[in-house]
């Protein structure tokens, strides 16, 4: 049960960062990301390029959601199924 409680804190935890990293507009994170993708780069197992790993992946979360959101906006679902069809008729 306590495993459960900590996933938990966790879990609401990383969704709190969530929260902020979605407040900031998508343009100005861009701005930073050569600035973390360069520290990244420069391997040093230390915080700061921890933080640096991080931070790019978090802002290139937010660029994919930014495409799959338009993606879905430009070319919505015919119903909840894909379409399909027949490949070989045997």
Request: glycine share 4%.
């Amino acid at each position: 049960m306590v495993e459960e409680g900590k996933s938990l804190m966790i879990e609401e935890a990383i969704e709190r960062l969530a929260d902020r990293v979605l407040e900031y507009d998508e343009a100005d994170l861009t701005r930073l990301l050569n600035n973390f993708k360069h520290r990244m780069e420069q391997f040093e197992p230390t915080p700061d390029w921890e933080r640096a790993v991080i931070a790019y992946f978090m802002i290139n979360g937010v660029r994919v959601k930014n495409a799959l959101k338009h993606g879905k906006m430009c070319h919505p679902e015919r119903g909840s199924r894909p379409a399909l069809r027949l490949v070989k008729n045997s």
